[in-house]
């Protein structure tokens, strides 16, 4: 028999960041009068962050966010599973995101160990009538920023319930923002108002704010990369701890339909 060869090298965060990268999307539906883009900078050996969106029933906009408590390759499997079941689920019958949700919360519970949770945002967005229905599932809150005169209003979406996997059968409410032309909607995760420079301070919420503030009237491609330009300078090099992930969806128009079809449209389905 020949010397045996030996096994490969095993590096557990090469092996995290392959599975995030292969679950993170690779196409943007085209939303009428929606001009949205994301970008995700990992940090070494965290993996945890989660992204997803899609066209759902009727051409409406599916956005998931999320953050999975756990490192390595446990929290790039967990994700990865978060990711399987949300896109089996996005074409579940009725319009109705709470119980969505809940039907997450269910599979990922079976899957979750005891010691690990997942926070989650799920957001459905109409473009035809310019409502966005969603449930947030303990993740740091998206907003929308809408400019009135020279002033900034932000909205944070805070309703919803538990993070996924931390009780079993959870119950979750549905929130619902009527958005305007010239509104942002941002999703980010936390790591990126907590990335840090050598002096161990943060790039914080105000920070975050200005940059989005300053430029609300770019396309959503460069502010995105207008606010990690500006992370990037701050942190100047100091390693992260956490993956820093941003989400953010401009809304260019809102498609008013006549009034015969809105009704049509708003209808609720008769009872079987």
């Known amino acids: 028999m020949g010397t045996p060869r030996p096994l490969p090298t095993f590096d557990e965060s090469q092996l995290a960041r392959a599975v995030q990268n292969r679950i993170y999307p690779s196409m943007r539906p085209s939303i009428p009068g929606l001009d949205y883009y994301s970008d995700w900078r990992p940090a070494a050996g965290a993996a945890s962050d ?5 066209e759902m029933e009727d051409g409406h906009l ?20 978060l990711h399987s079941i949300v896109r089996a689920l996005r074409f579940s019958p009725g319009r109705n995101v709470a119980d969505l949700v809940s039907n ?7 899957i979750c160990p005891d010691n690990c949770y997942a926070t989650l945002f799920f957001g459905r967005y109409d473009p035809i009538l310019g409502r966005l229905h969603y449930v947030n ?11 009135k005169g020279t002033r900034h209003r932000n ?10 996997g931390m009780l079993r059968k959870s119950a979750y409410r ?8 010239g509104d942002l909607l941002v999703a980010y995760t936390d790591g990126l108002c907590e990335a840090t420079n050598a002096q161990g301070e943060e790039f914080g919420w105000r920070r975050f704010l200005d940059c989005l503030e300053s430029g609300t009237g770019r396309r959503a491609r460069e502010l995105v990369e207008e606010v990690f330009t500006a992370a990037d300078e701050f942190t100047a090099g ?33 009872a079987a």
């Open 174 to 181: 549905e929130g619902v923002v009527a958005l305007e032309p």
């Open 62 to 81: 599916g956005l998931a966010i999320g953050d999975v408590s756990a490192q390595g390759v446990e929290a790039a499997l967990l994700t990865s599973a």
């Open 238 to 270: 100091a390693p992260q701890l956490d993956d820093m992930t941003l989400w953010l969806g401009h809304i260019e128009e809102v498609h008013a339909l006549p009034i015969l079809q809105l009704m049509d449209h708003c209808e609720e389905p008769a």
């Open 104 to 110: 997450i919360d269910e599979l990922f519970s079976e």
């Open 50 to 54: 989660y992204l997803d969106y899609f």
């Open 137 to 147: 599932a303990g993740h740091e809150p998206p907003f929308v920023l809408r400019k």
């Open 155 to 164: 909205m944070r979406l805070e309703s919803g319930g538990p993070w996924l």
